[in-house]
Antibody
Framework: EVQLVESGGGLIQPGGSLRLSCAASGFSVSSNYMGWVRQAPGKGLEWVSVIYSNGNTHYTDSVKGRFTISRDNSKNTLYLQMNSLKVEDTAAYYC?????????????WGRGTLVTVSS | QSVLTQPPSVSGAPGQRVTISCTGSSSNIGAGYDVHWYQQLPGIAPKLLIYANSNRPSGVPDRFSGSKSGTSASLAITGLQAEDEADYYCQSYDSSLGVFGTGTKVTVL
C-alpha cells in the first residue's frame, strides 16, 4: 500500500528542537520530490519545505535557518529537523509526496503529527 | 501570509452547484503556473482533488471540476452532497515556493 506515516511530534518548549519523521511505503522517497506542509490550529495550510530528488531543498521564509529537510534512502524516510522552535510553529505537520506540473503539487499526504510549542 | 485569495465560505443546498474562486497575481497563476485543489474533511489530512487546473485524480467524482483563466482559477461542485461539506484550498507556485490559498469552507444547507 502506498502511504506516508509521520511521527515525532509532541510538546516542546520555545527554543527547543524536534525531529519529525515520515516513513514511506509503496514508493521510493529518493526518486520523488517530498515536502512538509503545516496547519496551525484553526488556520489554513502553509507550505514549509521541499526536497527534490537531486537533493536540492527549499524553505518558506519563516523557517529558513531553523528547519532542515532531509531523507534517509535506506530507511525510505523523510525528516524535518526543527530547531529554535517558536510558539508560532505550533501546528499539525503533514508529510507529502510532490509531483511536478508547471510548479508542483502534493498528491499523497500522511495523517500528520502535532507539534505544540509552549512553556 | 497567503498570496492566493479565496472566499471564506460558500454554501448551497443539496443538488445545487457552487463555485470557489482563487485569485492570484502575475507572479503565480498569471505566470503560467498550474493551480491545484485540495479537500480537507473535518479533522482529516487534506486530499488532492484537482491537479494541473482541471484534472481529477482517480477516485474523485466528476462532480468536481476546475478551471483557470488569467490570474484566477475556480473549483466547481455540481450536485452538491452532504459529504462535500469541508474546507477547500487552492495551491500554486510562486518564486520557487509553493503557495496555498486562504481556504474556503463549504456548507451544505
Amino acid at each position: 500500500e502506498v502511504q506516508l506515516v509521520e511521527s515525532g511530534g509532541g510538546l516542546i518548549q520555545p527554543g527547543g528542537s524536534l525531529r519529525l519523521s515520515c516513513a514511506a511505503s509503496g514508493f521510493s522517497v529518493s526518486s520523488n520530490y517530498m515536502g512538509w506542509v503545516r496547519q496551525a490550529p484553526g488556520k489554513g495550510l502553509e507550505w514549509v519545505s521541499v526536497i527534490y530528488s537531486n537533493g536540492n531543498t527549499h524553505y518558506t521564509d519563516s523557517v529558513k535557518g531553523r528547519f532542515t529537510i532531509s531523507r534517509d534512502n535506506s530507511k525510505n524516510t523523510l525528516y524535518l529537523q526543527m530547531n529554535s522552535l517558536k510558539v508560532e510553529d505550533t501546528a499539525a505537520y503533514y508529510c507529502a509526496r510532490v509531483q511536478y506540473s508547471a510548479g508542483w503539487y502534493f498528491d499523497l499526504w500522511g495523517r500528520g503529527t502535532l507539534v505544540t510549542v509552549s512553556s | 501570509q497567503s498570496v492566493l485569495t479565496q472566499p471564506p465560505s460558500v454554501s448551497g443546498a443539496p443538488g445545487q452547484r457552487v463555485t470557489i474562486s482563487c485569485t492570484g497575481s502575475s507572479s503565480n497563476i498569471g505566470a503560467g503556473y498550474d493551480v491545484h485543489w485540495y479537500q480537507q474533511l473535518p479533522g482529516i489530512a487534506p486530499k488532492l482533488l484537482i491537479y494541473a487546473n482541471s484534472n481529477r485524480p482517480s477516485g474523485v467524482p466528476d462532480r468536481f471540476s476546475g478551471s483557470k483563466s488569467g490570474t484566477s482559477a475556480s473549483l466547481a461542485i455540481t450536485g452538491l452532497q452532504a459529504e462535500d461539506e469541508a474546507d477547500y484550498y487552492c495551491q500554486s507556485y510562486d518564486s520557487s515556493l509553493g503557495v496555498f490559498g486562504t481556504g474556503t469552507k463549504v456548507t451544505v444547507l
